[in-house]
Structures are given as C-alpha cells and as structure tokens.
C-alpha cells in the first residue's frame, strides 16, 4: 500500500466509522514539568530529512488493540509505542494482550471517559502499564515538546524513535481512514474545510517524510500532513524508555537528573 489518492477529500460520507472510537482527555501541562528542550541546553542534532519508510512500518504489527469499541486510544498509543521500539532497536519488550490492554485501560477509566495523555504518562513512569507475567512496561522519562515546531517534532521522532501525540480529531480523520481501510490506498489526513471535530484521539508518530508524519493510529499506518498537524495537534510528548536509556538515551544532551526530579515533583494525577 504505497499508492497515494490525490481525491483524499472527497466521497468520504460513504465509508463506516462507527468502529473507530475516540478517547482523549484535555490536552495537560503539569505545572512544573517544562518543555523537553529546556532539558537539552544545548539542542538536539538536527535530524534526517526522512525518518523510517512505509513499507517498514506497514510490516510491524500493530493491532487495533480495542480502539474500535472503546475509547482506549491512549493506552494503545502505549502499547504501539512498544511495538516501535521492538522493531527500532530490536528489543523484545512483551506486548499486552488485548484482555490485559483493556483491562489497564479500564483500570484509569472505568466508565470510557477516555484518558488524559499526562494521567497515562505518569502511571506508566510510576507503577507501569500492563500487568503482566513479565511485570508491568515502564517509562525512564517523559517530557512534553512543542508541537507548533516543526524541527522539534523532527528530532523528538529521529532521536526517540516516536512521538505520543494528541489531536483534536476532526470527522474528516476518521472518514479518510476508513477510505484507506476499505481501499487499501493509502489516503493522507488533509484539512477538511468544515469538518466537525468528532473528539480527541491519540496517535503515535514513527517516522516522517517531507510530505508529512507517518503515525500509527486504529491499528494502520497513516500519512499525516504537515497542514493537519499544525491544525489538530494540541499536544506532543516526547518518552525515554528504559531501553532507550540503557542504549544512550540520556546522550542526547538531556538534563535527565532535572528531568527526573521535575517528574518527581509533580502531584499524583487522578
């Protein structure tokens, strides 16, 4: 599925997004936690021009992990953060199993309300996501960037491998996803001029090329454009995981003691 439709905007009425759900707080900034670059004095490298292909990301196997009858966005964007960590640095983290995914995510929202991004981030620095035989999956750190910045959103997804994000979704979204779903075209999510906005979602980025991020988001990989981005994106979050920081993570230039004691700082969220 390396096709682009170039009609990404129109008929979408036709296609069913009744199996897509929602489930994203309010975007949240934890008074005392800063921007992930006031912990990197110094900058990040510039990155790469393109980062992952496509094809690479179609092969990795992320499932819908229950986003299509709850509003577990958040708690899959974890688990498909594990997914891309596995694939990049070859890693082999135990992925929840779709019981214990929801049964987490039931757990921080036991109605469906949905999840706060920085409520998940912070359990799963805490006690950890997931329980599993091999113990619960655990963060080091996590810091919000700016998501106007283009370059940051470059360098958090080249230099962590991704970048856990959250969107005010627009109906259009869901319909351009369905169209790729039921095409097998990939279909870009555009501005739709007048689209309502349906709720807030959750998404993970896992690459880019110039026309925009390729983000992981139903299960699917999907092109995000540079103009949706800058439009939808109300928050990003870039996270250290363990892994990363025993591979170099903390060679980035990153403040992690400060970071550390910020994260430590903050009162436990509800």
């Known amino acids: ?66 986003n299509d009858t709850l509003g577990d966005c958040t708690i899959a964007g974890a688990d498909h953060m594990i997914a891309t960590e596995n694939a990049l640095l070859g890693t082999d983290d135990a992925r929840p199993a779709l019981d214990v995914l929801e049964a987490q995510y039931k ?82 999510w555009t501005v739709v001029q007048g689209s309502p906005i349906a709720g807030g979602h959750c998404i993970v980025a896992v690459g880019y090329t110039t026309q925009g991020l390729f983000c992981v988001s139903w299960g699917g990989v999907v092109l995000v454009t540079w103009a949706f981005v800058t439009k939808y994106c109300d928050e990003g979050w870039a996270i250290i995981t363990q892994a990363l920081s025993e591979k170099g993570g903390d060679t980035f230039g990153l403040d992690t003691a400060q970071l550390d004691a910020d994260l430590d700082a903050l009162p436990q969220a509800g």
């Open 107 to 188: 757990a921080l929202s036991p109605k469906d309300q949905g999840c706060v991004i920085a409520t998940v981030l912070q359990n799963w620095r805490g006690n950890g996501l997931f329980q599993m035989p091999t113990g619960t999956n655990k963060i080091s750190q996590y810091a919000p960037f700016d998501q106007r910045n283009k370059n940051e959103f470059l360098q958090v997804i080249a230099f962590t491998g991704s970048a856990y994000l959250g969107i005010a979704c627009p109906q259009s979204a869901q319909q351009q996803f369905a169209k790729q779903a039921q095409t097998g075209t990939l279909v870009p």
């Open 1 to 66: 599925m390396t096709d682009i439709m170039t009609d990404a905007d129109t008929d979408l009425g036709t296609y069913d997004i009744s199996g897509l759900k929602l489930g994203k707080g309010d975007a949240v900034r934890p008074v005392g936690l800063h921007d992930l670059m006031t912990y990197a004095p110094a900058g990040f490298p510039e990155p790469p021009a393109t980062f992952n292909t496509l094809e690479n990301l179609q092969q990795i196997p992320w499932g819908m992990d229950g």
